[in-house]
Every structure is written in C-alpha cells, then in structure tokens.
C-alpha cells in the first residue's frame, strides 16, 4: 500500500505542477501496483478504493491532456473490474462485497464524464450494462 501511496502522492504534486508526463508516469505505477496486489490487499476496501482511485486519476490527466478515448478508457476499466470482481467466484467474499459497494462510484464518474465531457460510445455502454447483482448502483442510472 505505501508503493501505491507514494505513487498517487507524487502523480497529484506533478499533475497540480503542470508536469503531466510525469504524473502520467506515476499514475501508472500506482495503477499497476492496484492491479497486481487487488485481491492480496488485506483490507478489501482499501483494494477497491486503490484501483478505482487510480483509474480516476489516470483519466482525469488523460482528459486534462485532451486523450478523450484514453480518459474514457480508464474510467470504463475500473467499472469494468468491479463488474467482474463482484461475480468472480475465485476472490474472497470480503472484496467482492467491497466491489458492490464501491461500484456506484464508478457508475457516478461515468455519469460526470458524459455530462461533462462527451458522450462517449464506451461510457455509454459501460452505463447502459447492468450488473444483476448490483441492485443499488442500477439506480443511479435513472
């Protein structure tokens, strides 16, 4: 967690100094550090926070920069990883339930990124998907 910590640090003192490629550099370690250590994370909450935090990062750069398609792509991605951790027999019960929980974030920012931005096909898709067991975050798309 202190890798990922670092990371996000040093990517949001360069993204608010206007140095992007280096926060673009940080960001991704921290997203590869997510990925890597999502289901040995000891806290299940912190696991799911930590990759969506760092996919959001990573397009609120990428969209800063004008990559539009990168930008979406990442928001679309950690929606996309909670989808699957939520149904993915192979993770313990504790993540999965932290995934649930956390996906009405990830529907949200997808929301602010079609409002904001673009509607984007990507986005639009990733809200249209519903996840059966995902009763609470189908609301939001109302």
């Not at 960001?27 to 000891?42: G, N, S």
């Not at 990062?57 to 939520?86: F, K, T």
Request: aromatic residues 4%.
């Amino acid at each position: 967690m202190e890798q990922w910590k670092r990371e996000i640090v040093l990517g949001n003192r360069d993204f608010e100094a206007r140095d992007f490629i280096e926060a673009l550099l940080h960001y991704r370690r921290a997203l590869a550090v997510a990925r890597r250590l999502f289901a040995h994370w000891p806290d299940a909450d912190e696991a799911v926070a930590a990759l969506i935090i760092a996919h959001h990062n990573m397009a609120d750069l990428l969209r800063h920069m004008s990559h539009i398609d990168e930008a979406a792509s990442h928001l679309c991605s950690a929606h996309r990883c909670l989808q699957q951790a939520i149904i993915d027999p192979h993770l313990p019960d504790a993540l999965r339930e932290a995934a649930k929980r956390h996906t009405p974030r990830t529907l949200a920012e997808l929301q602010r990124f079609s409002r904001e931005c673009c509607r984007h096909p990507d986005v639009i898709r990733a809200l249209a998907s519903r996840c059966a067991q995902c009763p609470r975050a189908s609301r939001l798309l109302h």
